[in-house]
C-alpha cells in the first residue's frame, strides 16, 4: 500500500513555475520565496535535476515559526543546443526536531514518511520568443535530483550544457585591454612633454642668467612655463 504523502507546510512562491528572463548570455536570477505559517521551525533543502546549471543560495536551512527565507537561483549562461527542457527543481522540507539542529544529519535520521516536496518546473522566457517549460509531468519519485550548492558541481547521470564564456565578457575584456593601452601610451606621451618643458625652462633660465635685457629671471620662466602648459592642454583638447 502506498504512502500517503504529507502535506507541504511552507508557502512557496512560485508555487509550480520558476521563470528564467533572458537573455540567457550571461547569468540570470530567480527567487524562491519560503514561508513558514506553522508554530515549529522548518528545514529546508533545495535539489535539481541540473546542479551543473544553477547555483543555489541558501541551498539548505532552517525557516523559523512565521518567517520567510529567501533563496536566489542564479541560472548559468546556456549553450545554444543545450537541452533545458527537463529541468526541474525540488523544494524537501520537514519539521525540525530542535532550534539547534544539524542541517547535515537532519535528513538522514528523518522518517522519510515525514518528509514534504514540492516541485518547481522551470521556464524560459526570452523577450522575443515564447517561454519554454516542461512538456508534461512527473512524480518526484522519477526525477533525478541533486542538491544544488554554492558553485555549481556535477552530476555523473545528467548530460550538461557546454560551458563557454560569455561573449560579453570577451568583449568587455578587449574594450578594457584597449583602454588601458591608450592610456599607458597618453601617460609616455605626457612624461616626455614633462621632460621636455623642463629642459626648456633650464634653457630659458641659462639664457636669461646671461642676458644683460631688464626682464627679472622668475618672470621670463613664469611666462614660458605658462605658455608651454596653455599649448600642451588645448594640444590634448583637439
Avoid at 180 to 198: A, H, M, P, T
Wanted: aromatic fraction near 6%.
Amino acid at each position: 500500500m502506498a504512502e500517503t504523502k504529507v502535506s507541504q507546510v511552507l508557502s512557496i512562491d512560485p508555487a509550480r513555475e520558476l521563470i528564467f528572463k533572458g537573455p540567457f548570455t550571461d547569468v540570470v536570477n530567480a527567487t524562491i520565496t519560503l514561508r513558514n505559517p506553522s508554530d515549529r521551525p522548518i528545514c529546508f533543502k533545495v535539489k535539481t535535476t541540473a546542479p551543473k546549471q544553477y547555483c543555489v543560495r541558501p541551498n539548505s536551512g532552517v525557516v523559523p515559526p512565521k518567517d520567510i527565507k529567501f533563496v536566489t537561483v542564479m541560472l548559468q549562461p546556456l549553450d545554444q543546443n543545450a537541452d533545458c527542457t527537463r529541468h526541474k527543481f525540488m523544494v524537501q522540507t520537514c519539521y525540525a526536531p530542535s532550534e539547534d539542529v544539524d542541517l547535515d544529519q537532519i535528513w538522514k535520521a528523518c522518517n522519510p514518511a515525514d518528509l514534504m516536496y514540492s516541485k518547481l518546473m522551470v521556464v524560459f522566457e526570452e523577450s522575443t520568443s515564447p517561454a519554454l517549460s516542461m512538456p508534461r509531468e512527473e512524480s518526484p519519485a522519477a526525477i533525478h535530483y541533486a542538491q544544488s550548492g554554492a558553485s555549481p558541481s556535477g552530476s555523473e547521470n545528467q548530460p550538461r550544457a557546454k560551458e563557454t564564456p560569455s561573449k560579453s565578457h570577451t568583449q568587455v575584456d578587449e574594450k578594457l585591454r584597449v583602454e588601458v593601452d591608450r592610456l599607458e601610451r597618453e601617460k609616455k606621451g605626457l612624461k616626455k612633454d614633462l621632460d621636455d618643458v623642463l629642459k626648456k625652462v633650464a634653457k630659458l633660465q641659462n639664457d636669461s642668467e646671461r642676458s644683460e635685457v631688464g626682464v627679472p629671471t622668475l618672470q621670463v620662466i613664469l611666462m614660458a612655463v605658462a605658455a608651454l602648459l596653455i599649448g600642451l592642454i588645448f594640444g590634448k583638447l583637439i
